[in-house]
């Protein structure tokens, strides 16, 4: 029987505190490579051959943020979300709207941009790489920003993406997540 309770069962200061890699199934190391490098920014910290590769984000300070593990080109895609459980994405969050804006061209021009949402507190964008395994690009409204009608709108259901509106309003530079994911 598995245990129900909210309530940790280990002793405090010990729990998780961040993620600090993914590892992908991909049909192709190469062709995944170039996407998250010329997309994204990543670059190559490890390469095993043609076998696997490991990645790192272009701000990050981990080994690496993503391992990429070849499974051939007849690989069936993921059923994951269509009668089968698995994970739905993974999200990356950027320090600025700027930068949001940036990556929205970027995956545009790749073909690989499936939406754009505004979470209230968070504007996201969603994505596909190469093998249609989603991703999402965020930025977090800071915490001394929040204002109740965005925290409302975060308890409803997402809106389209307004991005100009969104830069107009916070401003295009302004460090996202600053009292919420990065320390005030």
């Keep these: 029987m598995v245990a129900t309770s909210t309530t940790p069962s280990y002793a405090g200061g010990m729990g998780i505190h961040r993620l600090n890699h993914a590892v992908l199934y991909v049909r192709d190391v190469a062709r995944s490579v170039a996407f998250y490098r010329d997309v994204l920014g990543f670059r190559v910290t490890r390469e095993l051959g ?3 590769a490991f990645l790192q984000a272009p701000d990050s300070t981990n080994d690496h943020d993503l391992g ?6 007849d690989a069936a895609p993921s059923p994951a979300g269509r009668g089968a459980v698995g ?3 993974l ?3 950027l320090s600025t709207l700027e930068e949001l804006e940036q990556h929205r061209h970027r995956l545009a021009e790749a ?3 499936v939406g754009a949402s505004d979470h209230g507190t968070t504007k996201s964008l969603y994505a ?3 093998d249609g395994l ?3 690009i965020v930025w977090i409204v800071p915490a001394a920003l929040l204002d109740e009608a965005a925290v409302q709108a975060s308890a409803g259901r997402p809106r389209p993406l307004e991005l100009a509106r969104e830069i107009q309003r916070y401003g295009a530079g302004t460090r996202g997540g600053v009292g919420i994911s990065v320390p005030a």
């Design 134 to 136: 989603e991703f999402e």
């Design 87 to 89: 994970m739905y994405h």
């Design 128 to 130: 596909q790489d190469p």
């Design 111 to 113: 073909g690989a941009l």
């Design 50 to 52: 043609t076998a696997a």
């Design 91 to 93: 999200a990356w969050e």
């Design 68 to 73: 990429l593990f070849q499974v051939g080109a």
